[in-house]
């Protein structure tokens, strides 16, 4: 079965500089979540999109942005990367009312 | 403010040693309740939803059972492939338009040949 896919897996940037995460749901999942998991930490929740609006905003930085497309695939986008940034950076796909969420293999991202 | 606490936050068990996880919750309104097992590195992947005191379900050697305020995942006869963290999640039901999961810290597995 399809999973989720997340882009790149593995992601190394400079402080102060730009970084962008793609994520592309399972076919047919209309909702999509960001979450952001720390060195030994539980996955924090960052903001949601359904049907290609903004649903919910978490524990965001106001330097990340997010958008959900046409296509229902999804980007964040980080700038002024800190070294805090470093994480794990999760997408969970969904469709409609289905309450369960399914997750992306992450996305590594090291800030130096 | 909702919170999910989990324990134990390490539990070393040999293998075919029973033994169950814990998951207390406090919310205003339960949704639903998650059980996800996350390897090293991976992302969490889905194991379980529990919607209401009572609800058992299973899967191989795991059983979850939920009350009004916690929920156990019960572990039969553990091998050491079921060695990862088990993370525990739920969803409140006056959150609003949004299903985001709020997670506990996890439990950390380690099963013994």
Not at chain 2, 21 to 48: A, H, I, M
Not at chain 2, 83 to 104: M, R
Request: glycine share 8%; hydrophobic share 30%; charged share 20%.
């Amino acid at each position: 079965a399809a999973g989720v896919i997340q882009s790149p897996r593995h992601l190394i940037k400079e402080k102060r500089e730009t970084a962008t995460l793609k994520c592309y749901p399972i076919p047919r999942h209309d909702t999509v979540y960001w979450y952001q998991q720390g060195p030994g930490q539980d996955p924090q929740f960052l903001i949601s999109f359904y049907e290609k609006m903004q649903s919910d905003k978490g524990s965001i930085p106001d330097r990340f942005s997010a958008q959900q497309f046409s296509d229902y695939h999804s980007e964040l986008n980080m700038s002024s990367l800190e070294l805090g940034d470093s994480a794990l950076y999760f997408c969970a796909t969904t469709f409609g009312g289905l309450r369960e969420q399914y997750f992306g293999p992450g996305t590594r991202l090291t800030v130096t | 403010e909702d919170q999910v606490t989990q324990s134990p936050e390490a539990l070393r068990l040999q293998e075919g040693e029973s033994s169950s996880l814990n998951c207390s919750y406090t919310v205003s309104g339960l949704r639903g309740l998650f059980w996800y097992r996350q390897d090293p590195g991976k992302g969490p992947e889905f194991l379980f939803t529990l919607y209401s005191a009572g609800e058992e379900k299973e899967k191989e050697r795991l059983k979850a059972t939920l009350t009004k305020k916690e929920s156990f995942l019960h572990i039969t006869a553990p091998k050491p492939e079921d060695s990862a963290t088990y993370l525990c999640a739920v969803q409140d039901s006056q959150g609003g338009a949004t299903n985001k999961l709020i997670f506990g810290t996890g439990t950390l597995l380690a099963v013994q040949p």
